[in-house]
């Protein structure tokens, strides 16, 4: 077999139809567009038109919110972490966002990393991210780590 003899399997390729090219084509005339109206026409953008009547989509009461400074953060468990340590990717007496990021464990950093508790907590664990669970701070405190938050601090009435 040689590249000139390739082709594409029977019927995985369909050829596309030239409208509007006589009437022997089958689509000539009207090509297809029916008869006269605005939908015969070019241009046309009539999505969501209801003929004049008021469109569902403007019936509808308007649903939610979203914060304009709302900040959005990367959130790690303590289980990928704990990977990570074993796989030599990262040094566990000293992880920091940046090299967090760096190793691959997390794509992007966004407005911060959050630490989750889900998995084990490597052992003493030293880790400096933007916020953390209560759980995964009381997880790493209990193997032996510690973890610094360097995120604004919620205030008692917060929590």
Request: charged residues 25%; glycine residues 16%.
């Amino acid at each position: 077999m040689k590249l000139n003899e390739l082709s594409p399997a029977d019927g995985s390729n369909k050829k596309r139809m030239r409208v509007g090219r006589g009437v022997g084509s089958g689509k000539g005339k009207t090509a297809g567009r029916g008869v006269k109206g605005q939908k015969a026409r070019s241009g046309v953008a009539v999505n969501g038109f209801e003929g004049g009547q008021m469109p569902i989509y403007m019936r509808l009461p308007k649903r939610g919110f979203k914060a304009p400074g709302a900040k959005t953060y990367a959130w790690v468990n303590l289980g990928r972490i704990g990977k990570a340590i074993e796989a030599g990717q990262l040094d566990a007496s000293n992880v920091t966002e940046e090299s967090l990021v760096a190793s691959g464990v997390v794509r992007n950093a966004r407005d911060g990393i959050r630490l989750l508790a889900k998995g084990d907590a490597p052992k003493k664990l030293k880790i400096t991210v933007t916020g953390a669970s209560k759980g995964a701070i009381e997880a790493v405190e209990k193997a032996g780590g510690s973890v610094t938050v360097t995120g604004p601090a919620k205030d008692a009435a917060e929590e």
